[in-house]
């Protein structure tokens, strides 16, 4: 039901987008506008752009990034985006703080649901899920691919990975982070906590 949710819900951001004058949700909308996914991809073009791996940025590469992802945004609003997130005054944000604030807000009881999900695939423990984790818990002879004889298991188990993963840089490993910056997205489709708890329960078999 991923897919369907995904153009749900792309199709009421780019509806609120034309509501709302909160410079951060307008860009939370087109992250959002782009599925799922779209904030773990604006993530990601940060991170390829944080050279000095300091995990901030400071206005100019600010900028650089939404441009680069392609929102829609002019100067004057990015600034004050900038100003909301510099609540310091230094000149530079933090961006992994930057993306939690942008991530649609979850209630604790959809946070601790998807965490479960997330222990339940790692299964070494060790806070990143990959294809040696998925082996344990996720079936790939059942996937159609496999059974028509165009895929391996490792290629099911990739390609199921790569739902998680960033759109641009895809490294087969999926960190804590991203599997929230995903559901996030998936949540911003589903208006309650009950609807959404039920749904995860019954994808993850928890």
């Not at 782009?34 to 300091?54: C, E, P, Q, W, Y």
């Not at 530079?92 to 209630?107: A, G, N």
């Not at 070494?124 to 298991?153: C, M, S």
């Not at 990739?158 to 599997?179: C, I, Q, W």
């Amino acid at each position: 039901g991923t897919a369907r949710h995904d153009r749900e819900m792309a199709i009421q951001a780019k509806r609120n987008l034309s509501k709302t004058t909160d410079p951060v949700e307008r860009l939370r909308l087109q992250c959002l506008a782009r599925g799922s996914a779209g904030i773990k991809g604006l993530g990601r073009v940060f991170r390829i752009m944080d050279d000095d791996n300091s995990r901030t940025l400071d206005f100019k590469e600010f900028v650089k990034g939404l441009n680069d992802y392609a929102m829609m945004i002019d100067k004057e609003e990015a600034q004050d985006i900038f100003r909301i997130f510099d609540k310091d005054g230094s000149g530079t944000i933090d961006f992994d703080e930057f993306l939690v604030t942008l991530r649609p807000p979850m209630s604790n009881a959809r946070k601790e649901i998807i965490m479960q999900a997330f222990r339940k695939l790692d299964k070494t423990g060790d806070g990143v899920i990959t294809i040696e984790d998925l082996r344990g818990v996720y079936n790939a002879k059942h996937h159609p691919k496999y059974q028509n004889g165009d895929w391996t298991e490792d290629q099911v188990f990739r390609a199921f990975l790569d739902n998680f993963d960033s759109p641009y840089d895809k490294d087969g490993k999926v960190t804590t982070e991203e599997f929230m910056n995903y559901y996030a997205g998936v949540s911003a489709s589903i208006d309650t906590d009950v609807y959404f708890i039920i749904m995860m329960k019954n994808a993850w078999k928890l």
